[in-house]
T-cell receptor
Framework: DGGITQSPKYLFRKEGQNVTLSCEQN?????MYWYRQDPGQGLRLIYY???????QKGDIAEGYSVSREKKESFPLTVTSAQKNPTAFYLC???????????FGDGTRLSIL | GIQVEQSPPDLILQEGANSTLRCNFS?????LQWFHQNPWGQLINLFY???GTKQNGRLSATTVATERYSLLYISSSQTTDSGVYFC?????????FGTGTSLTVIP
């Protein structure tokens, strides 16, 4: 089945540690996105990529990094510079301009 | 960036009732998408609707792009409709999300 796979579902981070969240899609979509959702809030854009080897910062990129070496993969690294990383992280993809977004099931990140 | 406002923020319905959720946006957009986020956090696509009206079973959506708003209608609500409903506007580069309407349907 085509879709977006995020892993892991749950992730715990120690203070000062970098962690990487995985997002893989087999929809052959060009564009991919990372969002952060805090409890009771809407989604805020962290980074997005419209083509391989290119990506742009969203509204809350500080403390995060991404790469887009392959069309199907868009991993997100939460660095130690991100002081409040506890949140629900959602990855999405779309086929391009004027195409809907499709979401993965998310990763819940917590600080130990 | 573009501002997206949803109303009401919270809604409690008796099973079988109808409801209308509203999404206002502050600038012209390429498209608009409605989602349902279930209690497990999964975001389910409902509609992708730049203008006009679409229907899918008990749900329908209408977007009036010239007046910068969209409406989501839920008829004969069921307990499984509970969750948070988000609209997101597509500017061509990225999507901007509203803060959602939290719907609780009680039996």
């Amino acid at each position: 089945d085509g879709g977006i796979t995020q892993s892991p579902k749950y992730l715990f981070r120690k203070e000062g540690q970098n962690v990487t969240l995985s997002c893989e899609q087999n929809l052959n979509h060009d564009a991919m996105y990372w969002y952060r959702q805090d409890p009771g809030q809407g989604l805020r854009l962290i980074y997005y990529s419209q083509i391989v080897n290119d990506f742009q910062k969203g509204d809350i990129a500080e403390g995060y990094s991404v790469s887009r070496e392959k069309k199907e993969s868009f991993p997100l690294t939460v660095t130690s510079a991100q002081k409040n990383p506890t949140a629900f992280y959602l990855c999405a993809s779309s086929g391009g301009n004027d195409q809907p977004q499709h979401f993965g099931d998310g990763t819940r990140l917590s600080i130990l | 960036g573009i501002q997206v406002e949803q109303s009401p923020p919270d809604l409690i319905l008796q099973e079988g009732a109808n409801s209308t959720l509203r999404c206002n946006f502050s600038d012209s957009v390429n498209n608009l998408q409605w989602f349902h986020q279930n209690p497990w956090g999964q975001l389910i696509n409902l509609f992708y609707i730049p203008s006009g009206t679409k229907q899918n079973g008990r749900l329908s959506a209408t977007t009036v792009a010239t007046e910068r708003y969209s409406l989501l209608y839920i008829s004969s609500s069921q307990t499984t409709d509970s969750g948070v409903y988000f609209c997101a506007v597509d500017t061509g580069n990225q999507f901007y999300f509203g803060t959602g309407t939290s719907l609780t349907v009680i039996p």
